[in-house]
Protein backbone atom coordinates (compact mmCIF):
# COMPACT_ATOMS: atom_id res chain seq x y z
CA UNK A 1 0.00 0.00 0.00
CA UNK A 2 1.64 3.16 -0.99
CA UNK A 3 2.03 6.31 1.41
CA UNK A 4 -0.63 9.49 0.68
CA UNK A 5 1.48 12.15 -1.19
CA UNK A 6 -0.45 15.15 -0.27
CA UNK A 7 1.55 15.74 2.67
CA UNK A 8 5.07 16.53 0.70
CA UNK A 9 3.26 18.99 -1.62
CA UNK A 10 1.59 20.79 0.87
CA UNK A 11 5.11 21.55 2.84
CA UNK A 12 6.86 22.61 -0.60
CA UNK A 13 3.56 24.94 -1.26
CA UNK A 14 3.99 26.03 2.24
CA UNK A 15 7.93 26.54 2.19
CA UNK A 16 7.01 28.67 -1.51
CA UNK A 17 4.58 31.12 -0.13
CA UNK A 18 7.63 31.81 2.87
CA UNK A 19 9.93 32.36 0.32
CA UNK A 20 7.74 34.70 -1.77
CA UNK A 21 6.70 36.92 1.59
CA UNK A 22 10.30 37.27 2.06
CA UNK A 23 11.37 38.52 -0.94
CA UNK A 24 8.26 40.67 -1.13
CA UNK A 25 9.11 42.52 2.12
CA UNK A 26 12.90 43.03 0.98
CA UNK A 27 11.66 44.34 -2.00
CA UNK A 28 9.40 46.55 0.07
CA UNK A 29 12.35 48.04 2.08
CA UNK A 30 14.69 48.33 -0.43
CA UNK A 31 11.92 50.88 -2.44
CA UNK A 32 11.27 52.53 1.13
CA UNK A 33 14.40 53.48 1.20
CA UNK A 34 14.18 54.94 -2.22
CA UNK A 35 14.82 58.98 -2.67
CA UNK A 36 12.38 61.32 -4.74
CA UNK A 37 11.47 64.51 -4.44
CA UNK A 38 8.35 67.50 -5.06
CA UNK A 39 8.31 70.87 -5.82
CA UNK A 40 6.28 73.58 -4.19
CA UNK A 41 5.30 77.03 -5.21
CA UNK A 42 5.68 78.78 -1.08
CA UNK A 43 4.44 82.22 -0.19
CA UNK A 44 5.52 83.70 3.32
CA UNK A 45 3.95 81.71 6.20
CA UNK A 46 3.30 78.50 3.78
CA UNK A 47 4.50 74.98 5.51
CA UNK A 48 5.33 71.71 4.44
CA UNK A 49 4.87 68.37 6.51
CA UNK A 50 6.37 65.86 5.88
CA UNK A 51 6.72 62.95 8.52
CA UNK A 52 7.82 64.40 11.63
CA UNK A 53 9.68 67.19 9.78
CA UNK A 54 8.04 70.82 9.41
CA UNK A 55 9.62 73.31 6.82
CA UNK A 56 8.18 77.10 6.68
CA UNK A 57 9.27 79.78 4.25
CA UNK A 58 10.12 82.94 6.57
CA UNK A 59 11.02 85.79 4.51
CA UNK A 60 12.90 86.57 1.22
CA UNK A 61 15.67 87.86 2.61
CA UNK A 62 17.47 89.18 -0.73
CA UNK A 63 16.02 88.39 -4.35
CA UNK A 64 19.30 90.11 -6.12
CA UNK A 65 21.53 87.62 -3.69
CA UNK A 66 19.27 85.05 -4.11
CA UNK A 67 18.91 84.56 -0.09
CA UNK A 68 15.56 82.72 1.40
CA UNK A 69 15.46 82.12 4.93
CA UNK A 70 13.58 79.10 6.03
CA UNK A 71 12.81 77.62 9.16
CA UNK A 72 12.90 73.61 9.49
CA UNK A 73 12.11 71.23 12.76
CA UNK A 74 11.08 68.70 13.84
CA UNK A 75 8.08 67.36 15.59
CA UNK A 76 9.52 66.56 19.54
CA UNK A 77 11.76 68.88 19.26
CA UNK A 78 15.36 67.04 17.93
CA UNK A 79 15.70 69.69 15.06
CA UNK A 80 14.83 73.14 15.14
CA UNK A 81 16.79 75.75 12.67
CA UNK A 82 16.36 78.71 11.02
CA UNK A 83 18.46 78.82 8.00
CA UNK A 84 19.29 81.32 5.09
CA UNK A 85 19.14 79.15 1.93
CA UNK A 86 20.94 80.28 -1.37
CA UNK A 87 19.32 79.79 -4.83
CA UNK A 88 20.04 76.53 -6.50
CA UNK A 89 22.12 75.30 -3.55
CA UNK A 90 21.34 71.82 -1.74
CA UNK A 91 20.89 71.73 2.16
CA UNK A 92 20.78 68.96 3.76
CA UNK A 93 18.98 68.18 7.52
CA UNK A 94 19.17 65.11 8.99
CA UNK A 95 21.95 64.04 6.94
CA UNK A 96 19.95 65.22 3.80
CA UNK A 97 17.47 62.51 1.59
CA UNK A 98 20.46 60.03 1.13
CA UNK A 99 20.29 59.49 5.02
CA UNK A 100 16.53 58.76 5.67
CA UNK A 101 16.49 62.91 6.49
CA UNK A 102 15.57 65.78 3.93
CA UNK A 103 17.61 68.53 1.68
CA UNK A 104 15.78 71.72 0.75
CA UNK A 105 16.46 73.35 -2.25
CA UNK A 106 15.34 76.73 -3.06
CA UNK A 107 14.56 76.40 -7.18
CA UNK A 108 13.41 80.00 -8.33
CA UNK A 109 12.48 83.37 -6.72
CA UNK A 110 9.67 84.96 -8.00
CA UNK A 111 9.36 88.47 -5.88
CA UNK A 112 9.56 89.78 -2.50
CA UNK A 113 7.03 87.20 -1.29
CA UNK A 114 7.24 84.02 -2.95
CA UNK A 115 9.81 81.22 -4.63
CA UNK A 116 10.09 77.82 -5.64
CA UNK A 117 11.40 75.67 -2.92
CA UNK A 118 12.09 71.77 -4.07
CA UNK A 119 12.09 68.71 -1.42
CA UNK A 120 13.99 65.80 -1.78
CA UNK A 121 13.57 62.84 0.77
CA UNK A 122 13.32 58.57 1.08
CA UNK A 123 9.75 57.61 0.28
CA UNK A 124 10.00 55.91 4.09
CA UNK A 125 9.05 59.11 5.35
CA UNK A 126 5.45 58.84 3.75
CA UNK A 127 4.08 61.97 1.41
CA UNK A 128 4.57 65.72 2.16
CA UNK A 129 2.02 67.80 2.30
CA UNK A 130 1.63 71.81 1.90
CA UNK A 131 -0.12 74.21 4.14
CA UNK A 132 -1.02 77.57 3.38
CA UNK A 133 -0.15 80.33 6.17
CA UNK A 134 -3.02 81.46 8.76
CA UNK A 135 -1.05 84.27 9.14
CA UNK A 136 -2.43 87.92 7.66
CA UNK A 137 -0.54 88.87 4.45
CA UNK A 138 1.68 91.65 5.60
CA UNK A 139 2.32 94.99 2.93
CA UNK A 140 5.00 94.36 0.76
CA UNK A 141 7.83 96.39 1.69
CA UNK A 142 8.47 97.45 -1.81
CA UNK A 143 9.87 101.36 -3.70
CA UNK A 144 8.73 101.97 -6.69
CA UNK A 145 9.71 105.21 -8.43
CA UNK A 146 8.22 107.29 -10.72
CA UNK A 147 10.48 109.32 -13.04
CA UNK A 148 9.73 112.04 -14.93
CA UNK A 149 11.83 114.48 -16.92
CA UNK A 150 10.18 117.72 -18.24
CA UNK A 151 11.23 120.68 -20.74
CA UNK A 152 9.86 123.86 -19.72
CA UNK A 153 8.07 123.92 -23.60
CA UNK A 154 9.13 121.80 -26.33
CA UNK A 155 9.04 124.50 -28.78
CA UNK A 156 12.29 127.33 -28.69
CA UNK A 157 14.78 128.62 -30.82
CA UNK A 158 18.52 128.46 -30.94
CA UNK A 159 19.95 130.77 -28.52
CA UNK A 160 16.44 130.41 -26.29
CA UNK A 161 17.31 129.19 -22.75
CA UNK A 162 15.28 126.74 -20.67
CA UNK A 163 14.45 124.90 -17.95
CA UNK A 164 14.91 120.85 -17.55
CA UNK A 165 13.17 119.77 -14.53
CA UNK A 166 13.65 115.85 -13.20
CA UNK A 167 11.41 114.76 -10.69
CA UNK A 168 11.51 111.40 -8.49
CA UNK A 169 8.37 110.07 -6.78
CA UNK A 170 8.24 107.23 -4.35
CA UNK A 171 4.76 105.79 -5.12
CA UNK A 172 5.26 101.87 -3.65
CA UNK A 173 5.04 100.87 0.10
CA UNK A 174 8.82 101.06 0.53
CA UNK A 175 11.81 103.17 0.91
CA UNK A 176 13.74 103.92 -1.61
CA UNK A 177 17.72 103.50 -0.78
CA UNK A 178 20.82 104.60 -3.14
CA UNK A 179 18.99 106.69 -5.21
CA UNK A 180 21.04 107.77 -8.61
CA UNK A 181 20.10 109.55 -11.05
CA UNK A 182 21.67 108.81 -14.66
CA UNK A 183 21.02 111.95 -17.13
CA UNK A 184 23.31 110.94 -19.66
CA UNK A 185 24.58 111.41 -22.30
CA UNK A 186 24.27 115.11 -22.35
CA UNK A 187 22.18 116.62 -25.80
CA UNK A 188 24.83 117.90 -28.47
CA UNK A 189 21.80 120.81 -29.07
CA UNK A 190 22.35 122.20 -25.88
CA UNK A 191 24.87 124.11 -23.83
CA UNK A 192 24.68 123.06 -20.28
CA UNK A 193 24.32 126.24 -18.09
CA UNK A 194 23.99 125.70 -14.58
CA UNK A 195 22.19 122.63 -12.45
CA UNK A 196 23.68 119.98 -14.54
CA UNK A 197 24.08 117.03 -13.58
CA UNK A 198 20.64 117.12 -11.07
CA UNK A 199 21.03 115.91 -7.97
CA UNK A 200 17.78 113.82 -6.08
CA UNK A 201 18.22 113.08 -2.78
CA UNK A 202 19.44 109.52 -2.31
CA UNK A 203 16.57 108.35 -0.15
CA UNK A 204 13.07 108.54 -0.48
CA UNK A 205 10.25 107.50 1.85
CA UNK A 206 7.28 105.97 0.66
CA UNK A 207 4.76 108.76 -0.91
CA UNK A 208 7.57 111.62 -1.14
CA UNK A 209 9.39 112.93 -3.89
CA UNK A 210 11.85 115.06 -4.98
CA UNK A 211 13.22 117.11 -7.76
CA UNK A 212 16.15 118.88 -9.48
CA UNK A 213 16.22 121.67 -12.09
CA UNK A 214 18.68 122.35 -14.49
CA UNK A 215 19.36 124.93 -17.12
CA UNK A 216 20.31 124.71 -20.97
CA UNK A 217 20.97 127.00 -23.82
CA UNK A 218 19.68 125.29 -27.44
CA UNK A 219 22.71 126.17 -30.06
CA UNK A 220 21.63 123.90 -32.90
CA UNK A 221 18.43 123.71 -34.14
CA UNK A 222 16.22 120.62 -35.36
CA UNK A 223 13.86 118.22 -33.85
CA UNK A 224 14.95 116.50 -31.73
CA UNK A 225 13.86 113.00 -28.99
CA UNK A 226 15.05 113.08 -25.28
CA UNK A 227 16.03 109.56 -24.56
CA UNK A 228 14.74 108.58 -21.26
CA UNK A 229 16.18 109.08 -18.39
CA UNK A 230 17.41 105.93 -15.75
CA UNK A 231 17.12 106.66 -12.11
CA UNK A 232 18.59 103.08 -9.88
CA UNK A 233 17.57 102.28 -6.54
CA UNK A 234 17.30 99.59 -3.90
CA UNK A 235 15.15 98.48 -1.28
CA UNK A 236 16.19 97.66 2.59
CA UNK A 237 16.91 94.32 1.60
CA UNK A 238 19.58 95.70 -0.95
CA UNK A 239 17.37 94.44 -4.03
CA UNK A 240 18.29 96.18 -7.00
CA UNK A 241 15.97 98.01 -8.95
CA UNK A 242 15.08 100.66 -11.68
CA UNK A 243 13.27 103.02 -13.58
CA UNK A 244 13.10 105.79 -15.94
CA UNK A 245 11.20 108.22 -17.97
CA UNK A 246 9.19 108.69 -21.22
CA UNK A 247 11.31 109.69 -24.29
CA UNK A 248 10.17 113.42 -26.23
CA UNK A 249 10.09 115.48 -29.10
CA UNK A 250 11.05 119.27 -28.79
CA UNK A 251 12.05 121.04 -31.63
CA UNK A 252 14.39 124.26 -31.78
CA UNK A 253 14.03 126.70 -34.41
CA UNK A 254 16.41 128.71 -35.97
CA UNK A 255 17.66 131.84 -33.95
CA UNK A 256 15.09 134.19 -33.45
CA UNK A 257 15.49 138.16 -34.75
CA UNK A 258 13.79 141.12 -34.94
CA UNK A 259 13.50 143.01 -38.05
CA UNK A 260 11.96 146.64 -38.08
CA UNK A 261 9.92 148.50 -40.57
CA UNK A 262 10.14 152.41 -40.85
CA UNK A 263 6.79 154.16 -42.40
CA UNK A 264 7.19 158.03 -42.75
CA UNK A 265 4.04 159.72 -43.72
CA UNK A 266 2.96 163.49 -44.07
CA UNK A 267 -0.01 165.04 -44.36
CA UNK A 268 0.44 166.51 -47.68
CA UNK A 269 2.16 169.62 -49.65
CA UNK A 270 3.46 172.15 -47.51
CA UNK A 271 2.95 175.70 -48.24
CA UNK A 272 5.98 177.56 -48.21
CA UNK A 273 6.27 178.79 -44.36
CA UNK A 274 3.94 176.63 -43.71
CA UNK A 275 3.96 174.09 -40.92
CA UNK A 276 2.65 170.75 -40.89
CA UNK A 277 3.42 167.79 -39.13
CA UNK A 278 5.45 163.83 -40.17
CA UNK A 279 4.38 160.90 -38.50
CA UNK A 280 6.37 158.02 -38.00
CA UNK A 281 6.07 154.78 -37.55
CA UNK A 282 8.57 151.55 -36.24
CA UNK A 283 7.24 148.18 -35.88
CA UNK A 284 8.75 144.62 -35.51
CA UNK A 285 7.95 141.92 -38.00
CA UNK A 286 10.36 139.85 -35.99
CA UNK A 287 10.25 136.76 -33.71
CA UNK A 288 12.77 138.86 -31.35
CA UNK A 289 12.61 141.90 -29.19
CA UNK A 290 14.45 144.81 -30.97
CA UNK A 291 16.55 146.59 -28.10
CA UNK A 292 18.17 149.50 -27.63
CA UNK A 293 16.57 151.27 -30.79
CA UNK A 294 18.37 154.63 -31.63
CA UNK A 295 16.01 156.60 -34.28
CA UNK A 296 18.83 159.63 -36.66
CA UNK A 297 17.69 161.64 -39.58
CA UNK A 298 18.94 163.79 -42.63
CA UNK A 299 17.23 165.94 -45.01
CA UNK A 300 18.06 166.33 -48.39
CA UNK A 301 18.85 168.81 -49.54
CA UNK A 302 19.60 170.16 -45.74
CA UNK A 303 18.39 173.89 -46.91
CA UNK A 304 14.96 174.74 -47.00
CA UNK A 305 12.85 172.78 -44.77
CA UNK A 306 13.16 172.57 -41.52
CA UNK A 307 12.81 169.22 -39.43
CA UNK A 308 12.15 169.32 -35.58
CA UNK A 309 11.90 165.98 -33.26
CA UNK A 310 13.63 162.83 -36.24
CA UNK A 311 15.49 162.11 -33.41
CA UNK A 312 13.93 158.99 -30.93
CA UNK A 313 15.08 156.58 -28.31
CA UNK A 314 13.15 153.44 -27.39
CA UNK A 315 14.42 150.70 -24.92
CA UNK A 316 12.49 147.88 -26.40
CA UNK A 317 10.14 146.89 -29.07
CA UNK A 318 8.24 143.12 -28.92
CA UNK A 319 7.85 140.99 -31.65
CA UNK A 320 4.40 142.39 -33.47
CA UNK A 321 4.74 145.67 -32.02
CA UNK A 322 4.59 149.26 -32.92
CA UNK A 323 6.01 152.37 -31.73
CA UNK A 324 4.48 155.86 -32.90
CA UNK A 325 5.85 159.33 -33.29
CA UNK A 326 5.84 162.89 -35.07
CA UNK A 327 7.90 165.53 -36.30
CA UNK A 328 7.24 169.02 -37.17
CA UNK A 329 8.19 170.54 -40.50
CA UNK A 330 8.24 174.23 -42.10
CA UNK A 331 8.75 175.15 -45.47
CA UNK A 332 11.62 177.56 -45.76
CA UNK A 333 12.01 177.38 -49.68
CA UNK A 334 9.91 175.87 -52.68
CA UNK A 335 11.27 172.66 -53.55
CA UNK A 336 11.22 168.69 -52.96
CA UNK A 337 13.03 166.80 -49.85
CA UNK A 338 13.72 163.87 -49.42
CA UNK A 339 14.24 162.25 -45.46
CA UNK A 340 16.25 159.86 -44.66
CA UNK A 341 15.35 157.71 -41.55
CA UNK A 342 18.01 155.59 -39.92
CA UNK A 343 16.90 153.38 -37.11
CA UNK A 344 19.89 151.41 -35.33
CA UNK A 345 18.97 148.42 -32.54
CA UNK A 346 20.00 145.38 -31.40
CA UNK A 347 18.08 142.44 -32.97
CA UNK A 348 18.75 139.37 -30.58
CA UNK A 349 21.95 138.77 -32.98
CA UNK A 350 23.86 141.68 -32.49
CA UNK A 351 23.56 145.11 -34.02
CA UNK A 352 21.31 146.07 -36.98
CA UNK A 353 20.84 148.97 -39.09
CA UNK A 354 17.38 149.56 -41.00
CA UNK A 355 16.57 152.80 -43.39
CA UNK A 356 13.40 154.37 -44.51
CA UNK A 357 12.42 157.70 -46.65
CA UNK A 358 9.28 160.00 -47.07
CA UNK A 359 9.03 163.65 -49.30
CA UNK A 360 8.17 166.82 -48.51
CA UNK A 361 7.25 168.94 -51.07
CA UNK A 362 7.19 172.70 -50.62
CA UNK A 363 5.47 174.46 -52.60
CA UNK A 364 6.10 178.43 -54.49
CA UNK A 365 5.05 181.22 -52.71
CA UNK A 366 1.04 182.35 -54.70
CA UNK A 367 0.12 186.04 -55.13
CA UNK A 368 -3.66 187.51 -55.22
CA UNK A 369 -2.98 189.47 -58.52
CA UNK A 370 -1.87 186.66 -60.60
CA UNK A 371 -5.43 186.10 -60.72
CA UNK A 372 -6.00 189.48 -61.87
CA UNK A 373 -4.44 188.79 -65.04
CA UNK A 374 -6.38 186.50 -66.02
CA UNK A 375 -9.29 188.92 -65.93
CA UNK A 376 -8.25 191.17 -68.27
CA UNK A 377 -8.26 189.00 -71.49
CA UNK A 378 -11.94 187.59 -70.07
CA UNK A 379 -12.63 191.27 -70.09
CA UNK A 380 -11.55 192.06 -73.70
CA UNK A 381 -13.07 188.74 -75.19
CA UNK A 382 -16.49 189.55 -73.41
CA UNK A 383 -16.04 193.37 -74.54
CA UNK A 384 -15.00 192.34 -78.48
CA UNK A 385 -18.15 190.10 -78.27
CA UNK A 386 -20.57 193.09 -76.97
CA UNK A 387 -19.49 195.04 -80.01
CA UNK A 388 -19.68 192.31 -82.57
CA UNK A 389 -23.23 191.63 -81.25
CA UNK A 390 -24.60 195.64 -81.60
CA UNK A 391 -23.20 195.77 -85.32
CA UNK A 392 -24.91 192.57 -85.88
CA UNK A 393 -27.82 194.48 -84.56
CA UNK A 394 -28.29 197.65 -86.95
Not at 177 to 186: F, G, Q, S
Not at 319 to 337: F, H, I, M, T, W
Not at 373 to 383: G, K, T
Given at each position: MQRPIYLPCL????????????AHAKEATDNSDEVTFKDYTLNIGDRIDLGDYQMELIEIQSVRDGLVVMRTSKVGGSLDEQRALLLDSPNNFDGGAENKGITITVADIFDEQSAKVRIEYSQSLGSPRKHASERPALALD???????????????????????????????????????????????EFTYVAGYPPKIKETIDPGQSDSAVYVMNAVKEGSIRVPAMMVSYTDVKKNAKSNSSEPFNILISPKSKADLAIKLASSGPLALDGESMLNISISNLGTASASRIEVDGTVVPSEGLQVTGLEK????????????????????????????LKVNYDGGDG????????????????????????????????????????????
Open positions: VYLLFSILLMQAKPELFVQKSFERNQMSVGDAVKVTITVKNTGTGQALAIKAEDIPPLPSFFEIMPGAEVNYSASLRGQKAGNYIIHSVIREGTGEVVVLEREYKYQYLLLIIPIAIIIAWMYRRYREYKY
